[in-house]
Nanobody, 126 residues
């Protein structure tokens, strides 16, 4: 069974950091580009960042640029989202998704992704 599992969410104060992980089971993550998305209550799902299969290409949303970093460790079948200088507006459920499309690209549209995790909650509050 193909599965993505996010972890690392939690409650953090403004200015704090969290590292989210996206682990794959049942398939090899290195064959897939990975995207991170988030959805806050009452809002549409928002693209945050993505990374190509081999990690040679990545992209990040303007809203988190300079604060969030995406990386992958294919040997561990895991992709990470390092989140620093967190703000209350970063509060959301964060999802990772896998896309088996072309190498060296990653996409910002949710419909480009085939597999989704269940999400991990991130809350930024004092």
């Amino acid at each position: 069974q193909l599965q993505l599992v996010e972890s690392g969410g939690g409650l953090v104060q403004p200015g704090g950091s969290l590292r989210l992980s996206c682990a794959a089971s049942g398939f090899t993550l290195s064959y897939y580009a990975i995207g991170w998305f988030r959805q806050a209550p009452g809002k549409e799902r928002e693209w945050v960042s993505c990374i190509s299969r081999g990690g040679g290409s990545s992209n990040i949303a303007d809203s988190v640029k300079g604060r969030f970093t995406i990386s992958r460790d294919n040997a561990k079948n895991t992709v990470y989202l390092q989140m620093n200088s967190l703000k209350p507006e970063d509060t959301a459920v964060y999802y990772c998704a896998a896309d088996g499309g072309p190498a060296n690209v990653c996409y910002t549209r949710p419909r480009s992704y085939e597999y989704w995790g269940q999400g991990t909650q991130v809350a930024v509050s004092s």
